[in-house]
């Protein structure tokens, strides 16, 4: 079987992909090399050198070349990914029985997409794959034009034919007991200062292990979010409460100018990496220690959507709420990230009931 590995480069390190004779599976390696070129994330390669190691056991499984792909060998590759059951045997299977869910099947095949589309731009492969999987609809439905219509060139939207349904994800947040119970754990003084600062300000896990010392304003209570994932995330300032800042300065103090000289703000307390600044994969093992030794279940994306949601419902306007999250567009933030208990929807239910006017039937 094809294998992913990790080794080290440029002081840090990078994932490959490598065959069963223990070699380079070079299509692949050569597309992450472009990835990593253009400036992807570590996590982002990671997903895609094994995500592309799915694709090629999968090949290798129906003994087929990477070059003869067409639409039936993607359909056959989503089937395979459902039920990774040798291709001439008849299985049926039922959708909640499925190897894995539909978000992780889309992915999959929209990286294999964009890996082949890679290699037409470089005259590698000769399909122009993207092409093949998508249809043209039409992008209004309503008999009115819209405004400014007249300027708009094209008035299609173009649809990826092999994509499955998603099911509506229920992006969990956490409870006011469970935050509780949370700050009443006894934590290392940078692990709580992490807690903190991803339930304040919302900001994302990428974006917390890129802070630097300097873009903290103490007087100011504020830090500033330089890189993001997003264009709309960048430069933008988040607020801390003042207890959350004197735990900072007393982190600095205490433990980060002894322990390290880097000026990032996280860094591993142990470990042969000590010192160096904290990963994601070292985040990721701190949030486990933290589930397992609370008994919740959460993660540290569920700090963002629980303090979107907590500010929403204390008053904070949408349109502000969507610059501190760091969204392009409000629908996202009020779609995707606001999640008003059942309380909260009994409580508005009531309060609109006893400001209604008219007479009870």
């Known amino acids: 079987m094809n294998q992913v590995i990790k080794i080290p480069y440029g002081g840090g390190s990078r994932w490959v992909v490598i065959d069963e ?36 056991d999968f090949l290798k499984d129906i003994q087929e070349s990477y070059e003869n792909l067409d639409l039936n060998l993607l359909a056959k590759f989503m089937a395979w990914l459902r039920n990774p059951m040798p291709i001439d045997k008849v299985s049926y299977i039922e959708a909640t029985t499925a190897k894995r ?52 060139q094209d008035h299609t939207l173009r649809k990826n034919i092999l994509k499955v349904k998603e099911p509506r994800r229920a992006h969990k947040t956490l409870t006011k007991q469970q ?33 630097e010392l300097g873009d903290f304003d103490i007087g100011n209570k504020s830090i500033l979010i330089r890189a993001s994932k997003t264009k709309a995330g960048e430069n933008r300032l988040v607020y801390i409460t003042a207890d959350t800042m004197n735990l900072f300065q007393n982190y600095l103090l ?40 609370t008994g919740l279940h959460f993660t540290a994306h569920m700090f963002r959507h629980t303090c979107a949601t907590h ?44 400001n209604d006017p008219k007479e009870p039937l």
């Not at 629908?331 to 929807?345: A, C, G, K, N, R």
């Open 179 to 211: 935050l509780h119970h949370l700050e009443m754990q006894e934590l290392h003084i940078r692990d709580r200062l992490i807690i903190r600062i991803l339930l304040e300000t919302g900001i994302r896990a990428s974006e917390l292990l890129q802070l």
């Open 21 to 56: 004779h223990q070699q380079m599976i070079n299509p692949i390696m050569k597309y992450i090399k472009y990835l990593d070129q253009i400036g992807r994330s570590a996590n982002t390669l990671k997903s895609y050198a094994y995500q592309l190691k799915v694709y090629w």
């Open 311 to 354: 500010l929403y419902e204390q008053g904070m306007s949408a349109v502000s709420l969507r610059k501190l999250i760091g969204h392009a567009h409000i629908q996202t933030t009020l779609h995707m990230y606001v999640h008003p208990s059942e309380d909260q929807i009994r409580n508005d239910w009531e309060q609109a009931m006893s």
């Open 101 to 152: 869910r539909e978000r992780t099947i889309n992915l999959m095949i929209q990286c294999v997409i964009n890996f082949y589309d890679y290699l037409h731009r470089i005259d590698e492969f000769e399909k122009n794959i993207k092409v093949s999987l998508t249809k043209q609809i039409k992008r209004f439905r309503h008999s009115y034009r819209p405004f400014l219509d007249h300027v708009s």
């Open 254 to 293: 205490d433990f980060h100018c002894v322990h390290t000289w880097i000026d990032r703000v996280f860094f591993n307390r142990s470990g042969k990496h000590k010192g160096e600044a904290m990963t994601y994969e070292s985040l990721q093992a701190l949030i486990k220690r933290l589930n397992k030794r």
